[in-house]
């Protein structure tokens, strides 16, 4: 019952209009709230110089996204135009090398951007976790992974990690926690597929080839080890038809993505507002909430670019990476709240998640949701499961069942929403918006904005039916021939 069920046709006409006002409305708030806190005191060092040929500002309080698109813009194309160059040359004149090439084209990378002694100590991690695999214990091999993990998060050990960078530069921090981080990750994965395949016998020159692949190493996706290693040994890869035309119309949609990101933040400064918390208090409900909403959206969308560049060199090198991060906005249900598929798969891989029979058709049952199983989204399913509200649904008809489930996804989706506010923002501006959205504005700013949400709720309800009539349409007619 639910998302296999049609909705008339003028109901969801109704919403579509209902959204896109609300939207529209918001939209009006934060630009204006964006043209009058332009010149605070408080917005000089995140707001700088932009478009100044028509006067307008620009939002640069993401240091990562400004440093990639400004001074180490060039570093990236270089890098990752010479790794294409390199394994296209290589699959041309001697495609059983190819592997060797990914990894020592990215050990070089990596040791001319963070220094040698960084590439000695990730060594010294991949040798460290390839000796524990040789134990065939795969929960010593996650124990020791765990620790690894850690030790970049606890003193001395972090401390002492850290000095292994030579120079200073913006993203040295960024860079060292994310290649280490991946690379303990990957090692991770290495270690328990070699005990769950004593058998294959890797050996650490394949752990190498894995780890130091250069589009993955430093921010992901991570991609299983067992899938890398099958996909990279392909001596005569041969590409699937119209996958070409595939890879192109990636990497449009990521050079779109970028310059949109690049127009929105001249208009809204939807990263700088939340540092100033006099001045968000002063914002209208429905500017706050699209406040709210428009953080995590950007937050997606900057995965979304960076996971689109990286797998479109991935794809070119005739591998299937993992698929980009879930929409946000298709967030709304505790069983697809995983964000990162990379980690949610690298997770689903090794974690085994029991499920009663009785449970195996439910349509959210979470069977697969191990990475971001946060308490404030878990109530939601909780609640559908009780007897007396189960019993109830099954006197409803499909389509009012897809309401009430709606109306649970929208209450659900502005929990993920307060979730991760506190991580992409801060503690205190959480606390302002539910402050302002759930108690102080209750009953009319709450309901307005659940009601706005479950019209949003139910339009991709729908956009996730008509995929899945197409998909099934498309395996019938497989099936036929």
């Not at 963070?114 to 695999?133: F, Q």
């Amino acid at each position: 019952m639910g998302i296999k069920t049609a909705l008339p046709a003028a109901e969801l006409g109704l919403y579509s209009l209902v959204l896109s006002g609300a939207l529209a409305y918001a939209g009006r708030g934060l630009l204006e709230a964006s043209q009058d806190g332009a010149h605070r005191k408080a917005f000089r060092e995140s707001v700088r110089p932009g478009w100044e040929y028509i006067g307008r500002k620009m939002d640069v309080a993401d240091f990562e996204w400004v440093m990639w698109f400004t001074s180490f813009r060039n570093v990236i194309i270089f890098a990752l135009s010479g790794h294409v160059l390199f394994a296209k040359l290589c699959t041309m004149v001697a495609p059983q090398l190819r592997s060797w090439m990914y990894a020592v084209y990215g050990a070089l990378a990596v040791a001319g951007t963070m220094g040698p002694w960084y590439l000695l100590l990730l060594l010294g991690h991949c040798v460290g976790l390839y000796v524990v695999s040789l134990l065939g214990q795969p929960w010593l091999c996650l124990g020791v992974g765990l620790a690894s993990l850690a030790s970049f998060k606890l003193e001395p050990l972090i401390s002492w990690q850290s000095g292994f960078v030579t120079g200073t530069f913006d993203l040295q921090e960024v860079l060292f926690h994310g290649g280490c981080g991946f690379t303990v990750l990957r090692c991770t994965s290495f270690a328990l597929e070699s005990c769950a395949h004593p058998d294959h016998r890797y050996s650490l020159a394949d752990l190498l080839k894995y780890n130091f692949y250069l589009p993955f190493f430093f921010f992901g996706p991570i991609m299983t080890f067992d899938r890398f290693h099958a996909q990279v040994s392909q001596v005569e890869p041969v590409r699937p038809e119209g996958e070409l035309w595939r890879i192109r119309a990636q990497a449009g949609l990521s050079v779109v993505a970028i310059l949109a990101v690049d127009v929105f933040f001249h208009f809204f400064y939807i990263l700088t507002i939340p540092s100033d918390l006099k001045f968000v208090n002063r914002l209208p409900d429905s500017a706050l909430a699209g406040l709210a909403y428009s953080n995590l959206v950007y937050d997606w969308v900057k995965a979304a670019v960076l996971f689109g560049v990286v797998n479109t060199v991935a794809r070119l090198d005739h591998l299937d990476p993992p698929q980009p991060p879930k929409c946000i906005t298709a967030l709304y249900v505790f069983a697809e709240t995983h964000f990162d598929r990379g980690i949610n798969d690298w997770l689903c891989n090794w974690i085994e998640v029991e499920q009663p029979p009785e449970a195996q058709d439910v349509e959210y049952a979470p069977d697969d949701s191990v990475e971001e199983a946060a308490p404030l989204c878990l109530w939601v399913q909780k609640l559908a499961e009780l007897e007396p509200l189960a019993q109830i649904e099954t006197s409803l008809s499909e389509q009012m069942s897809r309401r009430v489930r709606a109306v649970f996804g929208a209450m659900n989706f502005w929990a993920i929403i307060m979730y991760n506010l506190v991580s992409l923002n801060s503690p205190e501006f959480s606390e302002l918006v539910a402050q302002r959205l759930l108690l102080s504005g209750f009953p009319q700013t709450t309901l307005a904005i659940l009601f706005v949400t479950y019209c949003g709720v139910q339009l991709v309800k729908e956009r996730e039916r008509t995929l899945a009539l197409e998909e099934e349409q498309k395996q019938d007619k497989e099936k036929l021939e």
